[in-house]
C-alpha cells in the first residue's frame, strides 16, 4: 500500500490555513484535488472535513474523531445518500490504525490533513502530491517540512486570481 500526502501549502512557510480555512481561493487547485482523489480512499480529520462541511463525491471519506465528535458527523452520513453503492460516502476512525484498516486493500490512500495527521504520516509517507503556493499570509497551520530524502519534480506552474503555485511531487529517494 502506498501512503500519499495531499496537501496545498504556502511555498516558504508551509502554512495550510488559518482559523480553520483555507486562506485562498484557487478552483483549479480543488480541481486537481478532486483529479487525484478520484475513486481512492481519502483520510482526513474531523477540522478539515468541518472545512468541507460535506461528502466528496468522488471518493471514499475516513474522517478521523473522537467519540464525542461524531454525533454531528453522523447526521451528515444520515443526511446524504451514498453514491458509492456499498462503501458510504463517509466513514470514521477513532484512531490512525483504525483508519488504515479500513483501507488496507486499497493500493494507494491519500492523507489530506491537517497539520496534525501530516505530522504522523509524513515519516510513513512514500509520495506527496503538493501545491506550493506562492503567497505570503498569517496562519495558524502547517504542513511539515520535507527533507532531503524526498526527490522533488515541478509538474506544471500556474497562475490563478494573481496567485503563482506550482504542483509538485515528492517521492522517497
Request: proline share 5%; net charge positive; glycine share 6%.
Amino acid at each position: 500500500m502506498t501512503i500519499s500526502l495531499l496537501a496545498a501549502y504556502t511555498k516558504n512557510e508551509h502554512i495550510i490555513g488559518a482559523q480553520g480555512k483555507i486562506p485562498w481561493n484557487l478552483p483549479s487547485e480543488r480541481n486537481y484535488f478532486k483529479k487525484i482523489c478520484n475513486n481512492k480512499f481519502v483520510i482526513m480529520g474531523r477540522k478539515s472535513f468541518d472545512e468541507i462541511g460535506k461528502p466528496l463525491s468522488y471518493c471514499k471519506l475516513i474522517v478521523l474523531t473522537k467519540n464525542n465528535g461524531k454525533k454531528s458527523l453522523l447526521q451528515i452520513q444520515k443526511d446524504e445518500p451514498s453514491t458509492s453503492g456499498t462503501i458510504p460516502p463517509i466513514q470514521f476512525a477513532s484512531s490512525l490504525e483504525e483508519a488504515f484498516e479500513l483501507c488496507k486493500d486499497q493500493e494507494e490512500i491519500l492523507i489530506a490533513g491537517g497539520q496534525s495527521l501530516y505530522e504522523q504520516t509524513l515519516p510513513k509517507a512514500n509520495k506527496i502530491y503538493a501545491t506550493e503556493i506562492n503567497l505570503k499570509i498569517k496562519g495558524d497551520s502547517y504542513f511539515p517540512q520535507i527533507n532531503s530524502s524526498w526527490k522533488k519534480t515541478i509538474l506544471e506552474s500556474k497562475t490563478e486570481n494573481g496567485i503563482s503555485y506550482d504542483y509538485v511531487i515528492y517521492e522517497k529517494k
